[in-house]
């Protein structure tokens, strides 16, 4: 083997100075963005603290983030103390959109109504593009656009999305996002994650803190510490791409890149609706008999608005609903109180796995309910 030393950050197919660089194409075209308008670098929740640092900034007027109700939990604690960092009172600032009453998802309309009746003192709209406890696929072009209308910046993050859905960040007109690496896209706990600012910002939006690597690189290595900015989102890197994070990411995309994410979904759509079909021919009110466990649905159905996800409540307590699915070799995540996330991937899974799961989990409801 070559002896690299230092040579090993700027020789070779992947030299590590511009690791992230290497494979931005192929992440770009995931989201749908421009090369120039993604960034691979650090982790989600510090992504999406770097870009809130640029766009919110709130004034007497317009200060308000507004988000859907029961965002994850880092999202919530993010926003929280951003609005701390600017002395805001969070009941007054972070405005939050619930479902109607009896309802788990949101309304389209009830979104847009909030962002025209309150738009004037909403700074920033941050919602997920997929809400990672119903499964819902919000209309990110739709809320975009009322937002910017009304002179709001909008983000997404888009951690259960990428890799999901077909996104078009840069058609959308997306503000900004940020999203991970290591749900759909397979790249490991803690995996690279991704950072997106519209072209249209390159010049105008810059970033809060600043490291070498947002220093152009023609000149980054003359340490003359006169700071050349690098236009748009990858003047918001800080420092060295993280290589072996690079390595997995990297394999993945490639994986992808061979897929298509337009096969994919396609594939998806059928998976998730064969999945959605079973469940409610095996399971619903009106089919199970009357003592049965019945098994909801909560994603929506239409499939414009959800992934490949669906969330499922049952009739009774899930806690031996999942101790027998295990036993059964079903590892399933479960979401207090009530919530089982069954996702079948197009990537890996196949209509027969969802065949299987159906009837192991038949199994188990008569286990449980004997
Ligand atoms: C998974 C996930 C995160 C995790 O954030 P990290 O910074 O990568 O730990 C944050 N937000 C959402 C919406 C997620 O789904």
Same mark, same amino acid.
């Given at each position: 083997?070559?002896?690299? #030393?230092?040579y090993?950050?700027?020789v #070779?197919k992947?030299?590590?100075?511009i690791?992230?660089e !290497?494979?931005s194409?192929?992440m770009a075209?995931?989201?749908?963005?421009?090369?120039?308008e993604?960034?691979l670098?650090?982790?989600?929740?510090v992504?999406l603290?770097l870009l809130?640092?640029?766009?919110?900034?709130?004034?007497?007027?317009r200060?308000?983030?507004?988000?859907?109700?029961?965002?994850f939990?880092?999202?919530h $604690?993010?926003?929280?103390?951003?609005?701390?960092l600017h002395?805001?009172?969070i009941?007054?600032?972070m405005?939050?959109?619930?479902?109607?009453e009896?309802?788990? !998802?949101?309304?389209?309309?009830?979104i847009?109504?909030?962002?025209e009746n309150?738009g004037?003192?909403?700074?920033v709209?941050?919602?997920? #593009?997929?809400h990672f406890y !119903?499964?819902?696929?919000?209309?990110?072009p739709?809320?975009?656009?009322?937002g910017?209308?009304k002179?709001?910046?909008?983000?997404?993050?888009?951690?259960?999305?990428?890799g999901?859905?077909?996104?078009?960040?840069?058609?959308?007109?997306?503000d900004f996002?940020?999203?991970?690496? $290591?749900?759909y896209?397979?790249t490991?706990?803690?995996?690279?994650?991704?950072a997106f600012?519209?072209e249209?910002h390159?010049?105008?939006?810059?970033?809060?803190l600043?490291g070498w690597?947002?220093?152009?690189?023609s000149?980054?290595f003359?340490m003359d510490?006169?700071?050349?900015?690098i236009?748009?989102?990858?003047?918001?890197?800080?420092?060295n791409?993280?290589?072996?994070l690079?390595?997995?990411?990297?394999?993945?995309l490639?994986?992808f890149k061979?897929a !298509?994410?337009?096969?994919l979904?396609?594939?998806s759509i059928?998976?998730t609706? $064969?999945?959605?079909y079973m469940?409610k021919?095996?399971?619903s009110q009106?089919?199970?008999?009357?003592?049965?466990t019945v098994?909801n649905?909560i994603?929506?159905?239409c499939i414009?608005?959800r992934g490949?996800?669906?969330?499922l409540?049952?009739?009774?307590?899930i806690?031996?609903?999942?101790?027998e699915?295990?036993?059964?070799g079903?590892?399933?995540?479960?979401r207090?109180?009530?919530?089982?996330r069954?996702?079948?991937?197009?990537?890996y899974?196949?209509?027969?796995?969802?065949?299987?799961f159906?009837?192991l989990?038949?199994?188990?409801?008569?286990?449980?309910?004997?």
């Amino acid at each position: 083997m070559l002896i690299k #030393g230092a040579y090993g950050h700027s020789v #070779g197919k992947r030299p590590w100075i511009i690791g992230d660089e !290497t494979i931005s194409g192929l992440m770009a075209d995931i989201v749908g963005a421009n090369e120039k308008e993604i960034a691979l670098m650090n982790g989600l929740t510090v992504n999406l603290h770097l870009l809130l640092l640029s766009f919110f900034k709130p004034t007497p007027k317009r200060y308000k983030i507004l988000l859907e109700a029961k965002a994850f939990p880092s999202d919530h $604690y993010a926003v929280e103390s951003q609005l701390q960092l600017h002395g805001l009172n969070i009941e007054k600032s972070m405005r939050i959109i619930k479902p109607r009453e009896g309802e788990d !998802t949101l309304r389209l309309e009830d979104i847009l109504e909030v962002i025209e009746n309150e738009g004037d003192s909403i700074a920033v709209i941050l919602f997920s #593009g997929l809400h990672f406890y !119903t499964g819902q696929l919000f209309n990110i072009p739709a809320i975009t656009k009322a937002g910017q209308a009304k002179g709001c910046f909008v983000g997404f993050d888009l951690a259960h999305a990428v890799g999901n859905v077909e996104l078009h960040l840069h058609d959308w007109g997306v503000d900004f996002a940020c999203w991970c690496s $290591y749900k759909y896209l397979n790249t490991g706990a803690g995996g690279l994650a991704g950072a997106f600012v519209h072209e249209k910002h390159a010049y105008t939006i810059k970033p809060a803190l600043v490291g070498w690597f947002g220093h152009e690189l023609s000149t980054r290595f003359q340490m003359d510490n006169k700071l050349q900015l690098i236009p748009g989102v990858n003047g918001f890197r800080i420092s060295n791409p993280p290589i072996l994070l690079v390595c997995s990411l990297h394999a993945s995309l490639e994986i992808f890149k061979q897929a !298509t994410m337009k096969a994919l979904r396609r594939k998806s759509i059928l998976l998730t609706g $064969y999945l959605e079909y079973m469940i409610k021919q095996y399971f619903s009110q009106d089919k199970a008999e009357s003592k049965k466990t019945v098994v909801n649905i909560i994603t929506p159905s239409c499939i414009a608005e959800r992934g490949c996800q669906l969330t499922l409540t049952f009739s009774i307590p899930i806690k031996h609903i999942i101790q027998e699915l295990e036993k059964r070799g079903v590892v399933c995540d479960k979401r207090e109180p009530d919530g089982i996330r069954v996702a079948p991937v197009p990537l890996y899974n196949s209509f027969h796995d969802v065949y299987k799961f159906i009837n192991l989990l038949t199994s188990v409801l008569g286990s449980v309910e004997t």
